[in-house]
């Protein structure tokens, strides 16, 4: 029988007599996947958008420039449409940066809530215009991904991360 008769593998709770079984455990790992999952996605969303010279164009098919276009009269916000279109290939590049770091620092952990919020935001501004015409609104999947990254805003990167890492430093610094 594991400690004190719980069969809990023999860890406590810090500070009290209870133990920390499986579903402690399962808390603390429970956004993992949806970490994993937001950040390998926005990582690939990047580097499609930085390996495809079509999007990173002002016009033709596939470009930044034509998709904005096509999306201008039916978006929730149109001056944020006509901004990127002042200099669609300038606003492609960002975007695809934007994209890789958010990846990038959601699967490493890095400032786990400010990657969260930066996914958040693409995936609001990206509602607000791409996908603001697709009926129903449940087809459309910028949405879906924004409402995705909140819990990570709340939580943040708690576990396998920089973050966690850093915290962990910071305890047991004197």
């Known amino acids: 029988m594991a400690y004190g008769g719980y069969g809990t593998g023999g860890t ?9 079984g499986w579903k402690h455990t399962a808390g603390r790992f429970a956004l993992l996947p949806l970490r994993v999952f937001l950040g390998v996605t926005f990582l ?29 009269d039916g978006s929730a916000v149109p001056w944020l449409v006509d901004l990127a279109l002042k200099a669609p290939e300038g606003f492609g590049y960002a975007l695809a940066v934007a994209e890789l770091l ?4 959601t699967l490493l952990g890095i400032f786990g809530r400010v990657a969260a919020v930066g996914g958040a935001l693409i995936s609001l501004s990206l509602w607000l215009t791409v996908s603001w015409q697709t009926t129903p609104y449940y087809y459309g999947n910028d949405l879906a991904y924004l409402m995705a990254w909140l819990p990570l805003v709340l939580a943040g990167s708690s ?8 915290a962990l430093h910071r305890r047991r610094m004197p």
């Open 102 to 105: 958010v990846g990038l620092a």
């Open 44 to 72: 690939y969303a990047g580097l499609d958008k930085l390996t495809d010279s079509a999007f990173l164009s002002a016009s033709g098919n596939g470009s930044i420039g034509q998709v904005m276009s096509s999306v201008r």
């Open 159 to 166: 576990v396998f991360s920089l973050d966690a890492m850093r």
């Open 12 to 20: 406590r709770a810090y500070g009290t007599n209870e133990p920390r």
